[in-house]
């Protein structure tokens, strides 16, 4: 009896013993989960961030560029010497108005001179003069000015010789490429300037720089690179303006070549039309 009651008390006591080792491993082995459940957590967070990041990256690089490029030039004009600077953009500004204008005026005056001359023909060979003449003056263009100055000699009594037609053709072409080439000295002329208030900006800042070298009593990178800035800058915008001048410029000069040619081109035909034409006196 004494045997039994014995075992019993070990068994229990064993069974005591080992019940705390086995609730705090059990604790243990919870922590473990919840703390690796973290960590797969962050992992996630961080593989999902770094995913996204790439996009964020794309979608706001250009924002900064392109206010770092108006910032720039911005910067660059006040650096430029404002004063230089402003008279480089006035030049600008003044030429390019000239040169739309002399786009306009041109792209206006352009006509279609075979079309033109074709229906011409047909009137003055039905001896409609008068007709001719109405449809030469609602006609834009210095094509159709030379042609009106033809018709009104041929239907005219006292002017009709051929002499005196090729005469006042010749003289309304001239008249007319006159006016083709009307401002275009002023395009020129801010062309030849806008490089030289760069050059000018260049002179003032190159003794500004000896000026400062002056000041300073010494030659430094520092003391002369204030000078050297506004030298530089000046030149290149003055550079920049006359070639886009230049251009418009180029391109003004072809069309009025175009135009020149058709006149030329109309006024063989209309010789040909007032010799054929049985009121021309030969």
Request: charged share 20%.
């Amino acid at each position: 009896m004494k045997k039994y009651f014995a075992i019993v008390a070990m068994v229990a006591a064993c069974t005591f013993g080992m019940t705390p080792s086995v609730v705090a491993q059990d604790e243990v082995a919870d922590e473990a989960a919840a703390t690796e459940q973290v960590v797969d957590s962050a992992e996630a967070v961080v593989d999902s961030v770094a995913e996204e990041a790439p996009v964020v990256e794309e979608t706001v690089a250009p924002v900064e560029e392109e206010q770092g490029l108006h910032k720039t030039l911005k910067t660059k004009f006040i650096e430029g010497n404002a004063g230089f600077m402003s008279l480089v953009a006035i030049a600008l500004v003044l030429g390019l108005a000239f040169c739309i204008e002399r786009v306009i005026y041109l792209s206006l005056a352009q006509v279609n001179t075979r079309k033109f001359l074709a229906s011409l023909r047909e009137k003055v060979e039905a001896n409609k003069l008068n007709e001719a003449i109405d449809f030469c003056a609602g006609t834009r263009g210095p094509v159709a000015q030379v042609s009106k100055k033809a018709m009104q000699c041929l239907a005219s009594e006292d002017q009709n010789d051929i002499a005196t037609i090729e005469r006042t053709i010749n003289t309304e072409a001239e008249v007319q490429g006159a006016y083709l080439e009307e401002n275009c000295s002023w395009i020129t002329l801010f062309i030849a300037m806008a490089p030289s208030l760069g050059f000018l900006g260049t002179v003032i800042g190159m003794v500004q720089a000896f000026d400062d070298i002056e000041r300073a009593g010494d030659i430094s990178p520092t003391v002369v690179a204030g000078g050297m800035k506004v030298a530089l800058i000046t030149t290149i915008f003055g550079i920049i303006v006359a070639l886009v001048l230049q251009v418009f410029y180029n391109y003004i000069l072809s069309r009025i070549e175009a135009l020149n040619s058709n006149m030329e081109e109309t006024a063989m035909s209309l010789l040909d039309m007032c010799v054929k034409s049985p009121k021309c006196k030969k």
